[in-house]
């Protein structure tokens, strides 16, 4: 079985009606899921309630970011919300059910460590482009970042590397992460593009970066070599003893805000290459706004998993 993390109370994260980051998105990867013909090799579970394990939760996002920007975003929320910038919208219930995505995360780093097996994570906010004191590019707080620091405090768990394959460079993750020699970030994005940062040249204090930068129109067979010649080499010689990946679907041709060529199915082709690297996988969300191009870009990845 595969752990699949969900909860409707993502759903109540308001960015307004015409924001491509609205809870359509997992409505239509849920419907996808429940109807795919692995449904029953699947295992819905309920992120840990914030109040449940709340000292893993808060030292996992103060490690990551100070509390006076998380106490900031509490304050707009329960003021009833606003703008962190002109495309992160913050609503009276975005805070709480920020910290459900977060604390979905960590459940996903603790199933594919306890079962080195995967597991994937269906939340939003989206976290790549949060740095440590703002958000910023529809997300709130770091998750993949927080995931990572803190597989660290596990006791079997000496490196996490970190795989985005997010059409938009997570610049959020790589500047929390590329100080610690102990966690690996790779990225493979459109560029030039959002939010401009990735390049080539940025590669980590400790060699512990790697950024892929791929012209608008990329495609599969484009894809393909550099997971061959670049990101597995790195992510082998790093050997992880988990690997998390930002999994976003933006990358499709079908999606609204971006220029490649990556097809639904071609996701399930990555998957298989991170398999190469370890089975214990947690994936999390992050973009992809065309919601039929998503929820089948899901599959594909799950699909992958299945029955590799």
């Known amino acids: 079985m595969l752990p699949i993390f969900y909860s409707d109370h993502f759903l109540e994260h308001d960015t307004g009606p015409y924001h491509p980051e609205n809870p359509g998105r997992l409505r239509a990867i849920v419907n996808a899921l429940e109807n795919a013909p ?121 490196r996490v590397a970190i795989l985005d394959w997010d059409v938009h460079h997570g610049n959020g993750t790589q500047a929390i992460v590329e100080t610690n020699p102990h966690i690996a970030y790779c990225s493979l994005h459109q560029s030039p593009f959002y939010p401009g940062t990735g390049d080539a040249s940025e590669t980590g204090k400790f060699n512990n970066v790697l950024n892929c930068p791929m012209p608008a129109g990329s495609q599969l067979s484009d894809y393909q070599p550099v997971f061959e010649e670049r990101i597995l080499p790195f992510l082998t010689t790093f050997a992880p003893d988990v690997l998390i990946v930002s999994a976003g679907y933006d990358a499709v041709r079908a999606d609204p805000l971006a220029s490649m060529s990556l097809q639904p199915t071609d996701f399930g082709v990555l998957a298989t290459y991170c398999l190469q690297v370890t089975p214990a996988i947690a994936f999390g969300l992050e973009g992809g706004y065309d919601h039929t191009a998503i929820s089948e870009s899901v599959v594909a990845t799950l699909e992958a998993c299945l029955t590799a």
């Open 38 to 158: 692995f449904a029953h090799k699947l295992e819905w579970r309920s992120p840990t309630p914030i109040d449940a394990h709340a000292n893993r939760l808060f030292s996992a996002i103060h490690a990551v970011h100070p509390s006076r920007y998380v106490e900031a975003v509490k304050a707009l929320s329960l003021s009833g919300g606003g703008h962190i910038d002109p495309d992160t919208v913050v609503s009276s219930k975005t805070y709480d059910v920020a910290l459900l995505a977060v604390s979905a995360w960590l459940d996903g780093v603790d199933a594919a460590v306890e079962n080195h097996r995967p597991a994937f994570v269906v939340c939003r906010p989206p976290g790549h482009h949060a740095e440590a004191q703002r958000g910023m590019g529809f997300c709130i707080f770091s998750n993949a970042a927080i995931a990572a620091t803190y597989a660290l405090t596990k006791e079997t768990i000496h």
